[in-house]
């Protein structure tokens, strides 16, 4: 054993060893997500200044409400008096809908698909039967339904249910052709069956199938019948268990409908005929129709059309009845459209819809089966559609849909949310839409009028905005958890649209959906939109109250490409002298200072010979461009080819009102564009944003002749990079684009020694002669190496790609990193002071471009998990870097400035924050005329992941927004825009002791950092996940406070506080299953936030446990208390002579008493939590108070009725009692006592 020993050294004291702080220490180190503050020598620690008063107990995480379209519905069901609509989807959900604004959403938790739905008319409940044969009973008289009971089938399948109006025996139809009868209060079976073989005549070889419809005789209730699926029908006598009649056909059946006297019934068959059968002759049907067959001349049988799904039969008094039937179109309209078809008398109208019926329900005015229905309305579930057709207008019009179906009528590509809006903002956007909606309506109100609204408190101004694969985004109004559209934009209209293949050359990489929105960007306060589609296209919008005429759409087109050989252009024509732009890009024509800045002449070389260049992948609109009220363009700015290769996809997006600048990103770099001035003030990649330590002019460059793909590059959020894409297979060659640099070229380059300006023509000195000599050297060994190496590196790409070793990469990243260096010493943007530039002339010669395919360094497959390497390469950074992420604020430009200016903070998928300083102009006049200076100030910190959020705090902890302009109308009178045309004043510097008055907040994918500036020193860390990583971040207001929410492909929910990074809320939500949660997730204040459920639905959850306690009052009322309507009058003689209505006691024959108990293994019920239990949740007030007393009523009449009946036993077993005890007596009176 070796010992070691510290020698003892006079006159110094030895510290005290603390095996607690060790131990903390290990622990702190262990820890996979815990926060570290730190702080540099001399900084103040700022976490003993600002007080956070977010804690945990303000967080806790539920589901609000579901909007939308029920996505892939299955079943329907209506509730005549309740005004109560249900519809079940393949996915085991209810939804349930009121009145305007009143829904539910439910889901069994099987997940099975719901086939049939029926309503407890007027009884607050309703029966679900599942494809798992399952049947449950739902309580709908609490704000969230729950089940009472579940009865589930063991041995026979489920096809079809019947519940009588006011009776408590469910009627099943099973899948072998027996019936089976429910009681549904107590959710037992009968041991009442009627079995297939007892039904069907006894010399029948064959099984007649599963049973497709069951119904009692609307006269007789007595009478049952049943349909078979093999065409057979029989009217089944319930009290004499035996049936009464039987009727054939040769074709199979799908419905079957009554009429309201119950002396006919109609059935709709497979071939696509009608029969009408009296129930007395039940040999031959008193009528077969076809309804769109072709009659032949000769009187033979109509041909064979489409099977009739489905057939109903109603009456009215003041006229001829209505048929309705979905189905039965002839075979030989192809391609048609599903079609409903109202037969009325001698008409015939048919009703083509937009999806195929899935179900549709007559509404009638009684609920009796056995009066004059007086059909008002048809109900038509669709795929993707629910459509109303009033029945009392002529011409059937339908009726204008109050609820929020339209979500899906283009596929949602992005979302935003944005709660607590300027109060005047609903109203505006609502007053422009109203002009949108479509005149045609019927004037009758929405019949579906049951339920009331919810009590809530929320009266801040909620507004959601979703974009759509078509172009079109939509506005919606989502204040107190409804949801209204309020306006649709339609971008297509500003492209002129491809008729023929040949229009399309220019749309190769997008063949589907060219104008989908691909991201946008919009500030509330000045009602400006700014929107990027998948065609790399930005259009920026201004709100106006007014309408115009745009003669000409301003265009912008920008050549953005990425290079790495900056000043090594090639130039096959000799000698080429470039444009130089003034210092930090402030230059008076854009345009003539910048490259690829291209006007909208259209030349662009689209020759079949040649490689596409200067080409925009869309056509802007030529002729004038009528813009109604709304948001009008205002530019249009396009992305081009360049030389064969498509321009890259827009990863992000952001603009500034207040300062007229629009900037975006994408895998080649950056561009800021002024849409005041119409011009593009700066385009540069994201590897020129680096270091800029020295002044520098960048070079025009050509482009390139060769294109070789090495591998993706993150095209959407950096977070969205392993993800696959929703769109179709054609739209990914737009967003999984390939990259591939260039390397510097060989060939002499001539750099000036000095660096002149292009507009005083003075010169500055640049750099020492030792640094030159020094620089070409490197330059001169580092040619040779590369040179040398790249037939290697060519023959070795595919071997690297299988087996590389590490070697080979560090050796590969050695050399371009080198490369790198000697390159950025001349990519560097002139800043002066004093506004002059010091700028760099450059003479190139022509050179051979020599394209390089980078090997994929980090390669990255679709999943969900991923590994970053912890150093990253220049030259791995320059290929696969893209910019993620922008946040305009007043800032300090550089490391301990002394005066905030306007700033841009650029986040990278390569976890980079890299700041640029902007110049503005004076306002007025002057911002019309005078360029905005650019000054690039290099990286600021790297986190781990792509950046996806950036914000700043000041001194106390309060956010600091960036400024904007009011809104003002465009098209308003002059006086009017100088009224409202007053910038914001900018956030003034805190006034704080401290050196440090702001706080920049970064959220990347994998952790979030806290730094404190101008100091850009970093007070506080925290690491999010290190198995997976954030997909959507978000600086949000909670409770007067600020925090960050972080949603994680892993499914956990998370926020933290602010400044500290404090972990306040960790919740394993939702895993990641499908791309659409990822690009539609999002947060916003107050503790909301949303997310695209499915293609049609919108789930909005919050995060708040103020909001968790108050959402019961918040939700709609479902159930409310309404009489049942009266019977029909029966009147005298039917009274007397017993033809009204006959009834039946189910009780005494379905019961236990008269049938028995049912077989154990048939069946097997599971109570359910919808009972009292359930309604301990539902909501104050006068209707949960009547809805509670009437159930406690309920529970206590039915109490009341058991001890009747007990009573009563009792009294008979008293009665027996008496007279046996009397008949004893009378045995033995006269008998003497020897005589017994």
Same mark, same amino acid.
């Given at each position: 054993?070796?010992?070691?020993?510290?020698?003892?050294?006079?006159?110094?004291?030895?510290?005290?060893?603390?095996?607690?702080?060790?131990?903390? /220490?290990?622990?702190?180190?262990?820890?996979?997500?815990?926060?570290?503050?730190?702080?540099?020598?001399?900084?103040?620690?700022?976490?003993?200044?600002?007080?956070?008063?977010?804690?945990?107990?303000?967080?806790?995480?539920?589901?609000?409400?579901?909007?939308?379209?029920?996505?892939?519905?299955?079943?329907?069901?209506?509730?005549?008096?309740?005004?109560?609509?249900?519809?079940?989807?393949?996915?085991?959900?209810?939804?349930?809908?009121?009145?305007?604004?009143?829904?539910?959403?439910?889901?069994?938790?099987?997940?099975?698909?719901?086939?049939?739905?029926?309503?407890?008319?007027?009884?607050?409940?309703?029966?679900?039967?599942?494809?798992?044969?399952?049947?449950?009973?739902?309580?709908?008289?609490?704000?969230?339904?729950?089940?009472?009971?579940?009865?589930?089938?063991?041995?026979?399948?489920?096809?079809?249910?019947?519940?009588?109006?006011?009776?408590?025996?469910?009627?099943?139809?099973?899948?072998? /052709?027996?019936?089976?009868?429910?009681?549904?209060?107590?959710?037992?079976?009968?041991?009442?069956?009627?079995?297939?073989?007892?039904?069907?005549?006894?010399?029948?070889?064959?099984?007649?199938?599963?049973?497709?419809?069951?119904?009692?005789?609307?006269?007789?209730?007595?009478?049952?019948?049943?349909?078979?699926?093999?065409?057979?029908?029989?009217?089944?006598?319930?009290?004499?268990?035996?049936?009464?009649?039987?009727?054939?056909?040769?074709?199979?059946?799908?419905?079957?409908?009554?009429?309201?006297?119950?002396?006919?019934?109609?059935?709709?068959?497979?071939?696509?005929?009608?029969?009408?059968?009296?129930?007395?002759?039940?040999?031959?049907?008193?009528?077969?129709?076809?309804?769109?067959?072709?009659?032949?001349?000769?009187?033979?049988?109509?041909?064979?059309?489409?099977?009739?799904?489905?057939?109903?039969?109603?009456?009215?008094?003041?006229?001829?009845?209505?048929?309705?039937?979905?189905?039965?179109?002839?075979?030989?309209?192809?391609?048609?459209?599903?079609?409903?078809?109202?037969?009325?008398?001698?008409?015939?109208?048919?009703?083509?819809?937009?999806?195929?019926?899935?179900?549709?329900?007559?509404?009638?005015?009684?609920?009796?089966?056995?009066?004059?229905?007086?059909?008002?309305?048809?109900?038509?579930?669709?795929?993707?559609?629910?459509?109303?057709?009033?029945?009392?207008?002529?011409?059937?019009?339908?009726?204008?849909?109050?609820?929020?179906?339209?979500?899906?009528?283009?596929?949602?590509?992005?979302?935003?949310?944005?709660?607590?809006?300027?109060?005047?903002?609903?109203?505006?956007?609502?007053?422009?839409?109203?002009?949108?909606?479509?005149?045609?309506?019927?004037?009758?109100?929405?019949?579906?009028?049951?339920?009331?609204?919810?009590?809530?408190?929320?009266?801040?101004?909620?507004?959601?905005?979703?974009?759509?694969?078509?172009?079109?985004?939509?506005?919606?109004?989502?204040?107190?958890?409804?949801?209204?559209?309020?306006?649709?934009?339609?971008?297509?209209?500003?492209?002129?649209?491809?008729?023929?293949?040949?229009?399309?050359?220019?749309?190769?990489?997008?063949?589907?959906?060219?104008?989908?929105?691909?991201?946008?960007?919009?500030?509330?306060?000045?009602?400006?939109?700014?929107?990027?589609?998948?065609?790399?296209?930005?259009?920026?919008?201004?709100?106006?109250?007014?309408?115009?005429?745009?003669?000409?759409?301003?265009?912008?087109?920008?050549?953005?490409?990425?290079?790495?050989?900056?000043?090594?252009?090639?130039?096959?024509?000799?000698?080429?002298?470039?444009?130089?732009?003034?210092?930090?890009?402030?230059?008076?024509?854009?345009?003539?200072?910048?490259?690829?800045?291209?006007?909208?002449?259209?030349?662009?070389?689209?020759?079949?010979?040649?490689?596409?260049?200067?080409?925009?992948?869309?056509?802007?609109?030529?002729?004038?461009?009528?813009?109604?009220?709304?948001?009008?363009?205002?530019?249009?700015?396009?992305?081009?080819?360049?030389?064969?290769?498509?321009?890259?996809?827009?990863?992000?997006?952001?603009?500034?009102?207040?300062?007229?600048?629009?900037?975006?990103?994408?895998?080649?770099?950056?561009?800021?564009?002024?849409?005041?001035?119409?011009?593009?003030?700066?385009?540069?990649?994201?590897?020129?944003?680096?270091?800029?330590?020295?002044?520098?002019?960048?070079?025009?460059?050509?482009?390139?002749?060769?294109?070789?793909?090495?591998?993706?590059?993150?095209?959407?959020?950096?977070?969205?990079?392993?993800?696959?894409?929703?769109?179709?297979?054609?739209?990914?060659?737009?967003?999984?684009?390939?990259?591939?640099?260039?390397?510097?070229?060989?060939?002499?380059?001539?750099?000036?020694?000095?660096?002149?300006?292009?507009?005083?023509?003075?010169?500055?000195?640049?750099?020492?002669?030792?640094?030159?000599?020094?620089?070409?050297?490197?330059?001169?060994?580092?040619?040779?190496?590369?040179?040398?190496?790249?037939?290697?590196?060519?023959?070795?790409?595919?071997?690297?790609?299988?087996?590389?070793?590490?070697?080979?990469?560090?050796?590969?990243?050695?050399?371009?990193?080198?490369?790198?260096?000697?390159?950025?010493?001349?990519?560097?943007?002139?800043?002066?002071?004093?506004?002059?530039?010091?700028?760099?002339?450059?003479?190139?010669?022509?050179?051979?471009?020599?394209?390089?395919?980078?090997?994929?360094?980090?390669?990255?497959?679709?999943?969900?998990?991923?590994?970053?390497?912890?150093?990253?390469?220049?030259?791995?950074?320059?290929?696969?870097?893209?910019?993620?992420?922008?946040?305009?604020?007043?800032?300090?430009?550089?490391?301990?400035?002394?005066?905030?200016?306007?700033?841009?903070?650029?986040?990278?998928?390569?976890?980079?924050?890299?700041?640029?300083?902007?110049?503005?102009?004076?306002?007025?006049?002057?911002?019309?005329?005078?360029?905005?200076?650019?000054?690039?100030?290099?990286?600021?910190?790297?986190?781990?992941?792509?950046?996806?959020?950036?914000?700043?705090?000041?001194?106390?902890?309060?956010?600091?927004?960036?400024?904007?302009?009011?809104?003002?109308?465009?098209?308003?009178?002059?006086?009017?825009?100088?009224?409202?045309?007053?910038?914001?004043?900018?956030?003034?510097?805190?006034?704080?002791?401290?050196?440090?008055?702001?706080?920049?907040?970064?959220?990347?994918?994998?952790?979030?950092?806290?730094?404190?500036?101008?100091?850009?020193?970093?007070?506080?860390?925290?690491?999010?996940?290190?198995?997976?990583?954030?997909?959507?971040?978000?600086?949000?207001?909670?409770?007067?406070?600020?925090?960050?929410?972080?949603?994680?492909?892993?499914?956990?929910?998370?926020?933290?506080?602010?400044?500290?990074?404090?972990?306040?809320?960790?919740?394993?939500?939702?895993?990641?299953?499908?791309?659409?949660?990822?690009?539609?997730?999002?947060?916003?204040?107050?503790?909301?936030?949303?997310?695209?459920?499915?293609?049609?639905?919108?789930?909005?959850?919050?995060?708040?446990?103020?909001?968790?306690?108050?959402?019961?009052?918040?939700?709609?009322?479902?159930?409310?208390?309404?009489?049942?309507?009266?019977?029909?009058?029966?009147?005298?003689?039917?009274?007397?002579?017993?033809?009204?209505?006959?009834?039946?006691?189910?009780?005494?024959?379905? /019961?236990?008493?008269?049938?028995?108990?049912?077989?154990?293994?048939?069946?097997?019920?599971?109570?359910?939590?919808?009972?009292?239990?359930?309604?301990?949740?539902?909501?104050?007030?006068?209707?949960?108070?009547?809805?509670?007393?009437?159930?406690?009523?309920?529970?206590?009449?039915?109490?009341?009725?058991?001890?009747?009946?007990?009573?009563?036993?009792?009294?008979?077993?008293?009665?027996?009692?008496?007279?046996?005890?009397?008949?004893?007596?009378?045995?033995?009176?006269?008998?003497?006592?020897?005589?017994?």
């Amino acid at each position: 054993m070796v010992v070691f020993s510290q020698p003892f050294v006079p006159g110094v004291k030895m510290k005290k060893f603390n095996i607690r702080k060790v131990l903390d /220490g290990l622990t702190a180190a262990s820890s996979s997500s815990s926060s570290s503050a730190t702080a540099q020598p001399g900084s103040s620690r700022e976490n003993d200044v600002i007080q956070e008063t977010l804690q945990s107990d303000h967080f806790q995480l539920c589901k609000t409400v579901r909007h939308g379209f029920p996505y892939q519905p299955s079943s329907m069901a209506f509730d005549p008096v309740q005004k109560i609509l249900a519809v079940g989807t393949q996915t085991g959900a209810l939804r349930l809908f009121g009145c305007a604004g009143v829904e539910c959403y439910c889901q069994h938790e099987s997940g099975a698909a719901v086939i049939q739905l029926q309503f407890l008319i007027n009884e607050g409940a309703l029966v679900s039967a599942l494809a798992d044969d399952s049947i449950h009973l739902w309580n709908l008289r609490q704000k969230t339904p729950a089940i009472l009971h579940s009865l589930k089938f063991s041995r026979e399948r489920i096809t079809y249910c019947h519940l009588p109006f006011q009776s408590k025996w469910l009627y099943v139809g099973t899948e072998r /052709g027996n019936i089976h009868i429910v009681n549904v209060e107590s959710f037992t079976l009968s041991g009442y069956v009627i079995m297939w073989n007892k039904a069907i005549e006894l010399s029948t070889k064959t099984h007649p199938g599963p049973v497709v419809h069951i119904s009692d005789n609307p006269m007789d209730e007595g009478k049952l019948l049943i349909g078979y699926e093999c065409g057979v029908v029989v009217l089944w006598d319930l009290k004499c268990k035996k049936a009464d009649c039987r009727y054939n056909y040769d074709e199979a059946i799908h419905s079957i409908a009554w009429h309201h006297e119950g002396k006919q019934f109609v059935c709709s068959h497979s071939d696509g005929s009608l029969t009408t059968w009296n129930i007395r002759i039940p040999a031959k049907s008193v009528q077969i129709i076809t309804p769109h067959g072709k009659q032949p001349k000769d009187g033979k049988k109509p041909e064979p059309c489409k099977p009739i799904l489905k057939v109903e039969y109603k009456t009215t008094r003041a006229g001829d009845p209505f048929m309705v039937l979905s189905g039965g179109l002839s075979y030989d309209t192809v391609g048609r459209r599903a079609c409903l078809t109202v037969m009325h008398g001698k008409s015939t109208t048919v009703l083509e819809m937009d999806y195929p019926i899935v179900d549709f329900l007559t509404l009638c005015e009684t609920p009796y089966p056995n009066d004059f229905q007086e059909p008002y309305a048809v109900v038509i579930l669709l795929e993707k559609d629910l459509v109303l057709i009033d029945l009392g207008q002529i011409g059937y019009p339908i009726f204008e849909n109050p609820y929020p179906l339209t979500i899906h009528e283009s596929p949602v590509t992005c979302c935003e949310y944005f709660v607590d809006c300027p109060a005047e903002l609903i109203p505006a956007l609502y007053s422009v839409g109203s002009r949108q909606k479509r005149q045609s309506y019927s004037k009758k109100e929405w019949p579906i009028s049951g339920g009331n609204w919810g009590q809530g408190t929320q009266s801040y101004p909620e507004i959601i905005i979703t974009g759509h694969a078509d172009g079109s985004i939509k506005f919606w109004d989502a204040s107190a958890l409804m949801l209204q559209v309020l306006y649709k934009l339609k971008t297509a209209k500003v492209f002129e649209r491809a008729r023929g293949k040949e229009e399309k050359a220019n749309t190769e990489i997008v063949e589907e959906d060219p104008f989908a929105i691909q991201t946008l960007s919009w500030c509330p306060e000045s009602r400006m939109l700014c929107v990027a589609g998948v065609s790399a296209h930005v259009i920026v919008y201004r709100f106006s109250k007014q309408e115009v005429t745009t003669v000409v759409v301003q265009l912008l087109e920008v050549r953005m490409q990425c290079e790495l050989n900056g000043g090594d252009s090639p130039d096959p024509g000799g000698e080429q002298t470039p444009t130089l732009p003034p210092p930090g890009g402030a230059s008076s024509s854009p345009q003539d200072s910048e490259p690829p800045a291209q006007p909208s002449t259209g030349s662009g070389n689209n020759s079949s010979d040649g490689p596409k260049d200067n080409i925009p992948c869309l056509q802007v609109r030529s002729a004038p461009l009528k813009q109604s009220p709304g948001y009008q363009v205002e530019l249009v700015i396009q992305l081009v080819w360049v030389s064969g290769e498509p321009p890259q996809p827009i990863t992000s997006l952001a603009f500034n009102s207040s300062y007229g600048l629009v900037v975006f990103g994408n895998s080649n770099g950056l561009a800021v564009v002024d849409y005041l001035q119409k011009a593009l003030l700066l385009h540069m990649g994201t590897s020129e944003l680096y270091s800029p330590a020295e002044p520098y002019q960048r070079q025009p460059r050509s482009p390139r002749k060769v294109r070789q793909p090495s591998g993706d590059i993150p095209t959407g959020k950096s977070c969205m990079s392993r993800l696959s894409n929703m769109y179709s297979e054609s739209v990914k060659k737009l967003l999984s684009s390939h990259f591939t640099t260039c390397d510097s070229n060989d060939g002499s380059n001539t750099t000036e020694d000095r660096c002149k300006s292009p507009t005083s023509g003075s010169t500055s000195p640049c750099n020492s002669d030792d640094e030159r000599k020094q620089k070409f050297i490197e330059k001169v060994k580092l040619k040779s190496r590369r040179f040398s190496k790249t037939v290697a590196n060519d023959f070795a790409k595919m071997s690297r790609k299988i087996n590389s070793s590490s070697e080979q990469k560090t050796d590969l990243a050695k050399e371009r990193s080198k490369q790198w260096r000697s390159v950025t010493c001349k990519k560097q943007i002139c800043c002066a002071s004093d506004g002059k530039a010091a700028g760099t002339a450059t003479t190139q010669k022509g050179a051979v471009c020599r394209t390089a395919s980078t090997p994929n360094l980090h390669a990255r497959d679709n999943s969900f998990t991923r590994s970053r390497s912890s150093s990253v390469t220049s030259i791995d950074r320059e290929s696969r870097e893209a910019i993620s992420s922008f946040h305009f604020c007043e800032s300090y430009p550089r490391k301990n400035d002394v005066a905030v200016g306007p700033c841009v903070l650029v986040g990278t998928t390569q976890g980079t924050v890299l700041m640029v300083a902007l110049s503005l102009p004076p306002g007025g006049d002057q911002r019309l005329q005078q360029p905005v200076g650019i000054s690039p100030c290099g990286s600021m910190v790297t986190l781990k992941g792509g950046i996806l959020t950036m914000a700043l705090l000041d001194a106390t902890g309060a956010l600091l927004p960036p400024a904007y302009e009011p809104w003002y109308d465009p098209n308003a009178s002059d006086e009017e825009k100088e009224k409202s045309r007053r910038r914001r004043p900018a956030s003034p510097p805190s006034s704080q002791d401290g050196p440090d008055p702001q706080f920049a907040v970064l959220c990347s994918e994998k952790q979030a950092k806290v730094v404190a500036m101008p100091s850009q020193t970093r007070i506080y860390k925290h690491n999010i996940t290190e198995t997976s990583f954030v997909l959507r971040a978000d600086v949000v207001q909670m409770g007067g406070a600020y925090c960050i929410a972080c949603f994680c492909a892993n499914g956990h929910i998370m926020t933290l506080s602010l400044p500290s990074l404090r972990p306040l809320l960790d919740v394993n939500y939702l895993p990641l299953t499908d791309m659409r949660i990822a690009r539609t997730f999002c947060f916003s204040n107050l503790g909301q936030a949303l997310y695209l459920t499915s293609p049609t639905e919108i789930q909005r959850i919050t995060y708040s446990q103020e909001t968790c306690d108050n959402r019961q009052e918040m939700l709609s009322e479902l159930f409310t208390p309404v009489e049942t309507p009266e019977a029909p009058n029966r009147g005298f003689f039917k009274g007397l002579f017993g033809g009204g209505a006959q009834s039946l006691d189910r009780e005494d024959l379905f /019961g236990e008493t008269g049938a028995g108990k049912a077989s154990r293994s048939l069946a097997q019920h599971i109570p359910g939590q919808g009972g009292m239990e359930g309604m301990k949740g539902a909501a104050s007030g006068v209707v949960g108070d009547l809805a509670r007393a009437r159930i406690a009523l309920d529970e206590r009449g039915q109490k009341l009725g058991e001890l009747e009946d007990r009573t009563a036993a009792m009294m008979a077993s008293a009665d027996s009692f008496s007279k046996h005890a009397h008949d004893m007596m009378l045995k033995y009176k006269d008998k003497k006592w020897y005589q017994l």
